[in-house]
Nanobody
């Protein structure tokens, strides 16, 4: 059982930046493809981005491409989501997720086995 704990959320003005972290309990963290998703009130959970097991490849939703960056530190069992030029439309609960799969580019929430509880990001206009 992998436990994931997100942190770093908060309130930021439009145009600002935040960095979210997701710490994993699993010692073999490097075997998991990691993803970030978000869910705004009244909306379905949506894909934000994903990173492969080595950290060498990333994939992003069009809505965040060029503004958000995912990275990971396998030595610290942590994945990050650096968010820049934030917009009010980015307001949501952000979740990290882990998939024990080798495939890259996992955009479907059903591909991920383990989920954190989420961290709230609010972007004011």
């Amino acid at each position: 059982q992998v436990q994931l704990v997100e942190s770093g959320g908060g309130l930021v003005q439009a145009g600002g930046s935040l960095r979210l972290s997701c710490a994993a309990s699993e010692r073999i963290f490097s075997l998991y493809t990691m993803g970030w998703f978000r869910q705004a009130p009244g909306k379905e959970r949506e894909f934000v981005g994903t990173i492969d097991r080595s950290g060498g490849r990333t994939d992003y939703a069009d809505s965040v491409k060029g503004r958000f960056t995912i990275s990971r530190d396998n030595g610290k069992n942590t994945v990050y989501l650096q968010m820049a030029n934030l917009k009010p439309g980015d307001t949501a609960v952000y979740y990290c997720a882990a998939a024990p799969l080798l495939r890259f580019g996992l955009r479907n929430s059903g591909d991920y086995t383990y989920w954190g509880r989420g961290t709230q990001v609010n972007v004011s206009s």
